[in-house]
């Protein structure tokens, strides 16, 4: 430390630019920084008051900064005495506005802001000041391109994207009651204001600024940096509204990089936004050409059972929306071993991945070789898929009971074998053909027709049941696919000679 203290107080230039950036290296863990604070802040303010180098003054205030943020995101530890890092966060927007420095000087201030911006208040006020944004956009696509990782540091902070898991009241009570320090929530933390944050960030046009630095082929684009800006994305889209914006300026394209390599982290944050985008945009505008293919791989990596609830349900609604495309992406699904992550998640007791598992398993359903699984002897696929369209979950009966209503037009042999799988198959395609729901009374209908067709035998037993009672009730009906399918059943049962018209020829 005396050392470095000579250093600073050296005639020459280089000799004090190199004592001012050990220090900012040195106050880098939470433990050595306390010493710094003791003992070095005086120094850093002297050459920051003091100095006529623009370059000397600019990296003392990065290491006033970095001391500044010694306590994190955590409001109860403050440094310095109120209102300094907001004093010192505006030094250094100015700095960063300022065009007559050169852009490896002004990198530090930015350097700066990626330290104070763990303070709220601070990225209140820097989301604020549209100059200090452009011109923090227009750095992170200059030459300088060691400025990246501030960037994307000071992004995560704006947009909270960093980890944070709220601790446990009890323990809270219980470290409170030891006299063991709480972290505390800045109250500008709160998701409202980060919301109004992200907000001010895309209308900044921050997605374009993201996006030209994931283009950016440099070696300083590390995995780490790679992760933030995953981090920063996923933030941008995870209201539904901001998507559209979002996808407009190229965040699209950007993500799919972003997923397929970097931290285990980075790419499971990138997948996740790819999901997002993909539930609710149209996937062959989002990503045109050959690019909504690469899209897969990501999805299916989030049906890990390492990875969240939340992401596995994201990732199948996502697979839902692109099985329902083409054969060539359900293909690819395929290729990508989804299908018994897929059938795993069938059986999840939250009722959300279970339905969203069994949507994507009917739209998968359309190939081949997922009709071939069905139809493969020894399995109880079909069994699950009778059992769940008598289920309470209406949204989860609409899925299974298309999936159904599919396989049976396209397999007939699985027809024969919906009475054998479960003794209450009768009773499913009753309360699916009585149900007040006109999706649910179609879907019952045309699986009720698929087993007409399919052999007389099955006909014959759902003809001496009440079946024929609701068909004939559902055939004189006002005109539409319900009725048109209860009146093609009766006509191919009065075919088998099973029933006979009526006088009226009806």
């Given at each position: 430390?005396?050392?470095?203290?000579?250093?600073?107080?050296?005639?020459?230039?280089?000799?004090?630019?190199?004592?001012?950036?050990?220090?900012?290296?040195?106050?880098?863990?939470?433990?050595?920084?306390?010493?710094?604070?003791?003992?070095?802040?005086?120094?850093?303010?002297?050459?920051?008051?003091?100095?006529?180098?623009?370059?000397?003054?600019?990296?003392?205030?990065?290491?006033?900064?970095?001391?500044?943020?010694?306590?994190?995101?955590?409001?109860?530890?403050?440094?310095?005495?109120?209102?300094?890092?907001?004093?010192?966060?505006?030094?250094?927007?100015?700095?960063?506005?300022?065009?007559?420095?050169?852009?490896?000087?002004?990198?530090?201030?930015v350097e700066g802001l990626a330290y104070l911006t763990f303070d709220a208040d601070v990225k209140e006020e820097f989301v604020e000041d549209e100059a200090?944004?452009?011109?923090?956009?227009?750095?992170?696509?200059?030459?300088?391109?060691?400025?990246?990782?501030?960037?994307?540091?000071?992004?995560?902070?704006?947009?909270?994207?960093?980890?944070?898991?709220?601790?446990?009241?009890?323990?809270?009570?219980?470290?409170?009651?030891?006299?063991?320090?709480?972290?505390?929530?800045?109250?500008?933390?709160?998701?409202?204001?980060?919301?109004?944050?992200?907000?001010?960030?895309?209308?900044?046009?921050?997605?374009?600024?993201?996006?030209?630095?994931?283009?950016?082929?440099?070696?300083?684009?590390?995995?780490?940096?790679?992760?933030?800006?995953?981090?920063?994305?996923?933030?941008?889209?995870?209201?539904?509204?901001?998507?559209?914006?979002?996808?407009?300026?190229?965040?699209?394209?950007?993500?799919?990089?972003?997923?397929?390599?970097?931290?285990?982290?980075?790419?499971?944050?990138?997948?996740?936004?790819?999901?997002?985008?993909?539930?609710?945009?149209?996937?062959?505008?989002?990503?045109?050409?050959?690019?909504?293919?690469?899209?897969?791989?990501?999805?299916?990596?989030?049906?890990?059972?390492?990875?969240?609830?939340?992401?596995?349900?994201?990732?199948?609604?996502?697979?839902?929306?692109?099985?329902?495309?083409?054969?060539?992406?359900?293909?690819?699904?395929?290729?990508?071993?989804?299908?018994?992550?897929?059938?795993?998640?069938?059986?999840?007791?939250?009722?959300?991945?279970?339905?969203?598992?069994?949507?994507?398993?009917?739209?998968?359903?359309?190939?081949?070789?997922?009709?071939?699984?069905?139809?493969?002897?020894?399995?109880?696929?079909?069994k699950l898929l009778v059992l769940y369209s008598g289920e309470d979950d209406e949204l989860l009966r609409r899925a299974a009971a298309g999936g159904l209503a599919m396989l049976t037009s396209m397999r007939p042999s699985l027809c024969n074998r919906i009475p054998q799988v479960t003794t209450?198959?009768?009773?499913?395609?009753?309360?699916?053909?009585?149900?007040?729901?006109?999706?649910?009374?179609?879907?019952?209908?045309?699986?009720?027709?698929?087993?007409?067709?399919?052999?007389?035998?099955?006909?014959?037993?759902?003809?001496?049941?009440?079946?024929?009672?609701?068909?004939?009730?559902?055939?004189?009906?006002?005109?539409?696919?319900?009725?048109?399918?209860?009146?093609?059943?009766?006509?191919?049962?009065?075919?088998?000679?099973?029933?006979?018209?009526?006088?009226?020829?009806?």
């Amino acid at each position: 430390m005396e050392s470095v203290i000579a250093l600073c107080a050296s005639e020459r230039e280089e000799e004090q630019l190199v004592a001012v950036e050990a220090l900012i290296h040195a106050a880098g863990k939470a433990k050595r920084a306390s010493f710094i604070t003791a003992n070095g802040v005086s120094l850093l303010k002297d050459l920051y008051k003091r100095s006529e180098k623009d370059s000397i003054r600019i990296r003392a205030l990065v290491g006033l900064c970095k001391l500044g943020s010694a306590g994190g995101t955590d409001f109860s530890m403050k440094q310095f005495a109120e209102g300094s890092t907001l004093k010192l966060a505006k030094q250094c927007r100015k700095w960063l506005c300022n065009e007559q420095i050169d852009a490896g000087t002004r990198r530090w201030a930015v350097e700066g802001l990626a330290y104070l911006t763990f303070d709220a208040d601070v990225k209140e006020e820097f989301v604020e000041d549209e100059a200090a944004l452009k011109a923090l956009f227009q750095l992170s696509r200059s030459e300088e391109r060691s400025v990246l990782f501030a960037v994307a540091s000071a992004l995560v902070n704006c947009t909270n994207s960093y980890d944070y898991e709220e601790p446990d009241p009890k323990m809270v009570e219980l470290a409170k009651y030891a006299k063991q320090h709480v972290p505390e929530q800045h109250p500008k933390d709160k998701p409202s204001f980060v919301r109004a944050r992200v907000k001010k960030l895309l209308a900044a046009g921050v997605v374009s600024a993201v996006t030209c630095m994931v283009k950016a082929d440099s070696p300083v684009l590390t995995n780490s940096c790679r992760e933030l800006l995953s981090r920063v994305f996923l933030a941008l889209v995870e209201e539904a509204e901001d998507r559209g914006t979002v996808v407009a300026q190229g965040g699209g394209k950007a993500l799919l990089p972003l997923a397929l390599e970097g931290t285990d982290v980075g790419q499971t944050k990138a997948a996740q936004a790819l999901a997002k985008l993909t539930i609710t945009s149209n996937p062959e505008m989002t990503f045109p050409g050959e690019r909504v293919y690469e899209v897969v791989r990501p999805l299916v990596s989030l049906l890990h059972l390492n990875c969240s609830g939340l992401q596995n349900f994201e990732a199948l609604m996502a697979l839902t929306n692109l099985a329902g495309i083409s054969e060539r992406l359900r293909q690819k699904i395929l290729k990508e071993k989804a299908v018994p992550m897929i059938e795993g998640y069938m059986f999840e007791d939250h009722e959300l991945i279970r339905r969203a598992a069994t949507e994507c398993m009917c739209n998968l359903a359309m190939s081949k070789e997922v009709q071939d699984l069905f139809e493969a002897e020894g399995n109880d696929r079909l069994k699950l898929l009778v059992l769940y369209s008598g289920e309470d979950d209406e949204l989860l009966r609409r899925a299974a009971a298309g999936g159904l209503a599919m396989l049976t037009s396209m397999r007939p042999s699985l027809c024969n074998r919906i009475p054998q799988v479960t003794t209450h198959w009768l009773e499913i395609l009753q309360s699916l053909l009585l149900s007040p729901n006109q999706e649910l009374q179609h879907r019952g209908a045309v699986v009720v027709l698929n087993m007409v067709e399919a052999s007389r035998e099955t006909a014959s037993t759902l003809m001496e049941s009440e079946v024929l009672e609701i068909l004939s009730v559902l055939a004189k009906g006002p005109a539409g696919p319900v009725t048109k399918a209860a009146t093609a059943c009766l006509g191919k049962a009065v075919e088998y000679g099973l029933i006979k018209p009526n006088q009226d020829g009806e």
